[in-house]
């Protein structure tokens, strides 16, 4: 299958800092890629959808201008994570789709944040 | 909007088979993929129906009926690592997740 990486694979950061995650899809070209965050023991969450060119849309009750979306690239995206606090501490990951939404997405591998 | 149904839980012993349901409501419906996650880490992709029908992988077999917005994913000689959480995710423009079925295999 497509190959999607992200990094960093963990952080550690301080309250009040800014963390910025990458994902990339490798091996084909994501016109779409989704950000999910999850919690132990718990489902993903839809935090985003970003197209490549366009403004991310993000889901209900997911603040945008603390959780940065860029797609600024076919094979690149990006989510930083403004002013982080130790409850935004969670695992984030991304996921690619190609051209159409008949594509299947592939995953990252997460980024585990912790804010202390 | 879109909703998933699947069970929560499911156990089973090793060499046993076992079919996780998955029952969707979407708009923009292409076809149904399906995700395995092990603690602690990211989905893997599995398989992936675009027709009606069955497709298998392997061990792993997925079927899909469109008029009953019905897919199953059917695991065959249950080994110990299958033990994982299971989604069933439409292919649809907006790519949301349900709870996923976890899995625990028993020797």
């Known amino acids: 299958g497509a190959v999607v990486s992200q990094h960093p694979s963990w952080v550690i950061c301080k309250s009040g800092t800014s963390v910025k995650i990458e994902c990339r899809s490798l091996d084909f070209q994501a016109t779409t890629m989704f950000w999910y965050r999850q919690f132990p023991k718990q489902s993903l969450m839809l935090m985003a959808t970003?197209?490549?060119?366009?403004?991310?849309?993000?889901e209900q009750g997911v603040e945008k201008d603390k959780f940065l979306i860029n797609h600024a690239s076919l094979t690149l995206s990006t989510l930083t994570v403004t002013s982080a606090h130790p409850e935004d501490s969670s695992f984030y990951i991304c996921?690619?789709?190609?051209?159409?939404?008949?594509?299947?997405?592939?995953f990252g591998p997460g980024t585990r944040l912790t804010v202390l | 909007g879109q909703s998933l149904e699947q069970p929560s839980e499911v156990t089973a012993v090793e060499g046993a088979i076992v079919q996780i349901n998955c029952t969707y409501q979407?708009?923009?419906?292409?076809?149904l993929s399906w995700y395995q996650q092990h603690d602690g880490g990211a989905p893997t992709f599995l398989s992936y129906?675009?027709?009606?029908g069955l497709e298998e992988t392997g061990r792993f077999s997925s079927f899909l009926s469109r008029s009953d917005s019905y897919g199953y994913l059917l695991l065959q000689e249950l080994q110990m690592k299958d033990s994982a959480s299971y989604f069933c995710a439409p292919n649809a423009g907006k790519s949301t997740f349900g709870d996923g079925t976890t899995l625990t295999v028993k020797p």
């Open positions: 129906n675009a027709l009606d």
């Open positions: 979407t708009s923009g419906f292409y076809g």
């Open positions: 996921s690619a789709r190609g051209e159409t939404s008949t594509d299947t997405q592939y």
């Open positions: 970003s197209n490549e060119g366009s403004k991310a849309t993000y």
